[in-house]
């Protein structure tokens, strides 16, 4: 007996899916692929599948794969040639970082918006643990709250202790499905506990000598806040990566260059020394953060890397 459901948490060999509101645990026929990227998950959380019911048996299989709308990819950290699916089939990304504990790093963000404005994904930015700052670290919010704003980009400040700023993000992910993400340590797990204590997540301290988060969620899952209202916890990430991805594809994708790079001489043009540059223009008359342009050349430098160990391993 065959019947379609939602994979609500993935373990790595084993896949939640629920159907109606049934959990059934399966497993995976055969190979699956996503276009030409080699995976090291064929199926993510969030994907909606077909099972094989086994009736003699009482095993289930996951043998098809329906067509995504979106996913969001990242490399793997430990297999580098291989890429990671963190989620399919979402309405919206909620990227969760904080000023401080841990510290937040503007080149993480602008890596993990490049992997969801490449699907149309609308993304948020949310500062969280604002009762921790200080007046230096909510200056700092809104340098950031004012570089990303002007990038296209929506922020909330946010906390567990302040009612206002939950009712804000309550009302943004009511009816959708929404992926929480983030570095370890931000408070990603809190929030959600929050909207479904139900959940029951792990939050972690941060390390005392790094600043760094403790890894506190170890599987991708899936929460139903109330009918239709769906949240995706996924593990801390620690870097984005890409290998799915070209150099022009990451300036198409930087969003507020796009409207400069319509000047530029050269229509295939990286803005780095081509000559009559709108974008190069763009950052020296302020228009473009010189924070934002450091970070888009940072990944142009990885992904020429990248193509230079391809070729030595060839």
Known sequence: ?????????????????????????????????????????????GDHVVIEMNATTNESTIIEILPRKNYVLRRSTRQKHLMHLIASNIDQAFLVTSIKK???????IDRFLLSTLSYDIPSWILFNKS????????ELFQILQNIYENAGY????????DA???????????GKTSLFSGHSGVGKSTLINHFHPMAELKTGEISQYSEKGMHTTTFAEMFEIKEKTRIIDTPGIKEMGFLNMEKQDVAHNYQEFFEFSKNCKFNDCLHLNEPGCAVKEAIESGNIHELRYQSYMSILEEIENQKYWEIQED
């Open 131 to 138: 009762d921790l700052y200080d007046s230096e670290d909510y």
């Open 154 to 161: 929506n922020c909330l400040l946010v906390s567990v202790y």
């Open 102 to 108: 841990p510290t937040v790093k503007p080149g993480f």
């Open 164 to 174: 206002e700023s939950l009712s804000r993000l309550e009302k943004l992910i009511q």
């Open 1 to 45: 007996m065959n019947k379609e459901g939602i994979v609500i948490k993935s373990t790595g060999s084993w896949y939640q899916v629920l159907i109606q509101q049934e959990v059934i645990a399966c497993r995976i026929k055969g190979k699956f692929k996503l276009k030409e990227f080699k995976l090291t998950n064929p199926v993510a959380v």
